[in-house]
T-cell receptor, first 114, second 113 residues
Framework: AQKVTQAQTEISVVEKEDVTLDCVYE???????LFWYKQPPSGELVFLIR??????QNEISGRYSWNFQKSTSSFNFTITASQVVDSAVYFC???????????FGPGTSLSVIP | DGGITQSPKYLFRKEGQNVTLSCEQN?????MYWYRQDPGQGLRLIYY???????QKGDIAEGYSVSREKKESFPLTVTSAQKNPTAFYLC????????????FGSGTQLSVL
């Protein structure tokens, strides 16, 4: 069975601190896709990144970086020098194949305090 | 602008009443999805459709129904059989057969009177 776990329910940091959001997934498949989405207070989910199971290279996009480790089934997300605008709920998600449903984790609510 | 439109933003349901949530997209996507969001539980899949006139049950389909008569539209009906309908409902679309991202609407908050 597929499952996505985000053990951190809520995180609070002070502005400019770095913060890492954890994501652990379970799947028996060798080919799969991992995603991160951001849900700001407006409610609409915004796509952040997609990674396939064959690409373990870490990725950096501005203040955002992602660490994918198949050995530990983790796909962690780090925000460097956090800002108030980063306050949102962040979801990690897993998809097995192109025609399969997307499984979301429970989300981590991040509050960045000025 | 291309995107997904959900309406209404807020909806109230009386006991025993069926209500329908609208979802329209102009992104030319074949696949559309309905998710339910409850606090602390993330997004749970209700129904999804990969092509017009076809749809599949997700993890929590009981008490819900959908139709997919047009590519652009995927309405969700919350029936009276759904005993705990209060939640935030999100519609999404994407390219069928693709592992690209999903596009989400801004959601509908459904509450019971």
């Amino acid at each position: 069975a597929q499952k996505v776990t985000q053990a951190q329910t809520e995180i609070s940091v002070v502005e400019k601190e770095d913060v890492t959001l954890d994501c652990v997934y379970e799947t028996r498949d060798t080919t799969y896709y991992l995603f991160w989405y951001k849900q700001p207070p407006s409610g609409e989910l915004v796509f952040l990144i997609r990674r396939n199971s064959f690409d373990e290279q870490n990725e950096i996009s501005g203040r955002y970086s992602w660490n994918f480790q198949k050995s530990t089934s983790s796909f962690n997300f780090t925000i460097t020098a956090s800002q108030v605008v980063d306050s949102a709920v962040y979801f990690c998600a897993l998809r097995k194949t192109s025609y399969d449903k997307v499984i979301f984790g429970p989300g981590t609510s991040l509050s960045v305090i000025p | 602008d291309g995107g997904i439109t959900q309406s209404p933003k807020y909806l109230f349901r009386k006991e025993g009443q069926n209500v329908t949530l609208s979802c329209e997209q102009n992104l030319n996507h074949d696949a559309m999805y309905w998710y339910r969001q409850d606090p602390g539980q993330g997004l749970r899949l209700i129904y999804y459709s990969q092509i017009v006139n076809d749809f599949q049950k997700g993890d929590i389909a009981e008490g819900y129904s959908v139709s997919r008569e047009k590519k652009e539209s995927f309405p969700l009906t919350v029936t009276s059989a759904q005993k705990n309908p209060t939640a935030f409902y999100l519609c999404a679309s994407g390219d069928a057969g693709s592992n690209e991202k999903l596009f989400f609407g801004s959601g509908t908050q459904l509450s019971v009177l």
